[in-house]
């Protein structure tokens, strides 16, 4: 070419349209009657705020996790790249003599997994867990010194949910203390396994345990995979990455397949079952449950995590719907300077009914997670005293929420990019890739479908103890609660008059347990009377589930702000918002509440009024309210959803930053448009300087 072309594509220096965003948001903020900084310290705390700040001031200056190219990255790009953030990850904890909760506040800002994510989260986990003191040594300190890097592999090509149906065998071999481990399928290979692609030595593999003839089923093993001198693959190991994904494409998902590989006995994770050296005799746990508590540390952790995925989902929507202006409201026009201006999308009803109720779920799903770990952590004690009357409500509940709440999630996130109109579609909104890398909560660590089974079976076994006289209430036990005020009074009625009436929060959690103890009534007489088999009733099995569960986090919710040092203005504030969440609720699943005869026809006109009304409501403190989930700029890396509304700027600045804008001419011209327009000069239909003649 006869001109340089490695000169990018600027912008002019020009000013968006006034009002601009910054003047929108402070107009915004300005409405609120409460303290969003008040709201952030009740739900965090201020020693988790000041370590976020403290965090975020080191992170943000490092290279390794500057997100400025994020969006324009390759899948190379983006493993090469996590890397490097994973290993000054392990530096600056070390620097800044970081403590657990510092280091998760790292990881949860850079927003992004990595090939190191499943060390952390489930290889030292488990090891913590499931170790004898002899295994912690061998395995769980070089894995906390990075001397080893571990993933988690249970998932197979041909089973998931499914995992009393993996295929990949132990077999305990006497002669020299050995396991085996062998795929014998195509069908037997690890699949999805984070980490595994390229990053991890060693795998806690889960693998059907053969002992003296005996298939006891599926067991953790700790396996090394490659070698700690070059990092091959160790021989009678094929390991590699399963390839592109919907989203996650920072982590390296791999396979793994066995061709009868040995490991030594130690190997066999031992602190509730054990395999005797020699004999290779079974000894089982002293308790069938004790493995439960990780799953519900597990699932009460991703109920955690849909607190933040809707609160980032919101923040960007509603700072982005007080930004964006479109058309005038001629019943009542917005005035700035003197002139008339087009209206915030935010002040028509209907982007309020998009996103208002999101905004309240992600307030239920922040209470609700903290209740899941505190209950958590209290059946911990427990089982440590020998009682175990709390684990099967909470396991069934943590089964149900994660279920409910993810998908809730999954589904919020495409409303809230979708409330963006056409913005929302560009990465540079913060919500596209988000959503991609979100998605696969819905099926880990529990596919909803499947899990919503194992709470239907404890609210079934619970309703049928109760029936016969079995069940003791308990403060901790809300199933056996709603069920027996159900037997109580079961032609209840909702005794609501007006639409006023739908606030009192006595007849919005009686409506919830009403409608949940009737649904999971009608399915125990068709299972027990009725002839019907389980797979003949999923869907009904699926809605007692959701019930139960929405239940628990209107409950949750209510009763979070009863007994709280907030100011009256931030609980009036959240009380609005728990009976738009609660009343939103029953008006999506307002089929059910009709079917159990709880609600009148008339009554659902009454309810109806009231959820517009919360909006109104609701609406001049929005701003505030996702200001108060306290999620920094660098969190969010969004165009749209930026603290100080500065939208149109940073939406071209980014696009300055495409790799497509850095030269004047595509790489692409000579080979696929040269061609062509230059026949067309050819034919004279251009000038000496290539402008196109229009002329016939």
């Known amino acids: 070419m006869s001109f340089d072309n490695n000169v990018p594509t600027t912008f002019p220096k020009l000013e968006p349209r006034g009002p601009g965003g910054p003047f929108l948001l402070a107009q915004e903020r300005a409405k609120a009657t409460f303290d969003p900084k008040e709201l952030a310290t009740f739900m965090y705390g201020d020693e988790w705020l000041s370590k976020m700040d403290k965090v975020l001031a080191v992170i943000s200056k490092e290279p390794a ?136 030595t060693h795998a806690i593999v889960m693998a059907r345990l053969i002992t003296n003839g005996k298939d006891l089923g599926p067991h953790p093993f700790c396996v090394q995979l490659r070698s700690l001198k070059d990092h091959r693959p160790l021989p009678g190991i094929t390991v590699g990455d399963i390839g592109p994904k919907f989203g996650f494409n920072s982590v390296d998902n791999g396979f793994l397949m066995f061709d009868h590989y040995r490991i030594p006995h130690v190997s066999f994770l031992a602190k509730f079952s054990k395999v005797t050296p020699g004999s290779g005799e079974y000894i089982k746990p002293p308790n069938a449950k004790l493995s439960y508590g990780t799953m519900v540390f597990v699932r009460a952790n991703i109920v955690m995590g849909v607190r933040y995925a809707l609160a980032r989902a919101t923040t960007i929507a509603i700072r982005y719907s007080t930004v964006r202006q479109q058309f005038v409201d001629s019943a009542n026009p917005k005035k700035w300077d003197n002139k008339v201006i087009e209206t915030p999308v935010l002040d028509y009803t209907m982007q309020q009914y998009r996103l208002l109720p999101t905004l309240a779920a992600a307030y239920a799903c922040f209470f609700t997670g903290s209740e899941m770990i505190r209950l958590y952590n209290l059946n911990q004690e427990e089982m440590q005293k020998g009682n175990f009357d709390l684990l099967a409500d909470l396991h069934a509940s943590s089964s149900g929420l994660k279920s409910l709440t993810t998908t809730m999630a999954a589904d919020a996130l495409e409303d809230c990019r979708r409330a963006c109109g056409g913005h929302g579609y560009s990465l540079f909104s913060g919500l596209g890739q988000f959503y991609q890398d979100y998605l696969p909560n819905v099926t880990w660590e529990g596919d909803n479908y499947i899990l919503n089974q194992q709470t239907a079976r404890y609210l079934l076994k619970t309703y049928r103890n109760v029936v016969a006289g079995k069940a003791v209430p308990s403060e901790y036990n809300q199933t056996i609660n709603y069920l027996s005020q159900y037997f109580s009074n079961p032609q209840a009625k909702c005794p609501a008059k007006t639409a006023g009436d739908f606030m009192n929060p006595e007849i919005i959690l009686t409506a919830f347990g009403y409608r949940a103890a009737f649904g999971i009534a009608q399915v125990a007489d068709q299972l027990d009377n009725k002839g ?165």
Not at 111 to 136: A, C, G, V
């Open 532 to 696: 019907r088999t389980w797979n003949s009733m999923l869907v009904e099995i699926h809605r007692i589930s959701r019930a139960h569960c929405q239940f628990m986090l209107v409950r949750t919710f209510i009763v979070a702000l009863q007994d709280t040092q907030l100011s009256k203005e931030s609980k009036d504030v959240l009380r609005a918002l728990a009976a738009l969440f609660a009343l939103n609720t029953m008006e999506k699943e307002m089929a059910e509440f009709l079917l159990s005869g709880y609600i009148s026809a008339e009554q659902t006109a009454l309810l109806k009024q009231q959820v517009i009304h919360l909006l109104e409501v609701i609406r001049p403190q929005a701003v505030a309210l996702v200001d108060a989930f306290a999620l920094p700029d660098y969190f969010l890396h969004s165009a749209l959803g930026r603290a100080d509304g500065d939208v149109y700027k940073a939406m071209t600045e980014m696009a300055e930053r495409e790799p497509l804008n850095h030269t004047k001419v595509v790489a692409s011209y000579d080979e696929c448009i040269k061609p062509f327009v230059h026949a067309g000069q050819a034919a004279k239909r251009s000038n000496e300087n290539g402008v196109y003649q229009a002329k016939l």
């Open 65 to 200: 996790f500057d997100k400025t190219h994020r969006y324009y990255e390759s899948r190379e790009d983006k493993i090469s790249n996590a890397y490097k953030k994973d290993r000054r990850m392990v530096e600056l904890a070390k620097e800044n003599k970081w403590d657990d909760t510092e280091r998760s506040i790292a990881h949860f800002l850079y927003d992004q997994s990595t090939p190191f994510t499943l060390h952390y989260n489930m290889f030292i986990p488990t090891l913590r867990s499931q170790t004898t003191d002899e295994q912690k040594k061998l395995f769980l300190e070089p894995a906390l010194r990075h001397e080893i890097i571990g993933c988690y592999a249970q998932t197979e090509l041909g089973h998931g949910s499914n995992v009393q149906g993996l295929e990949t065998t132990a077999t305990y071999i006497p002669e020299t203390n050995e396991f085996e481990l062998h795929s014998p399928t195509l069908t037997a290979s690890k699949w999805w396994i984070g980490g595994l692609g390229t990053a991890a």
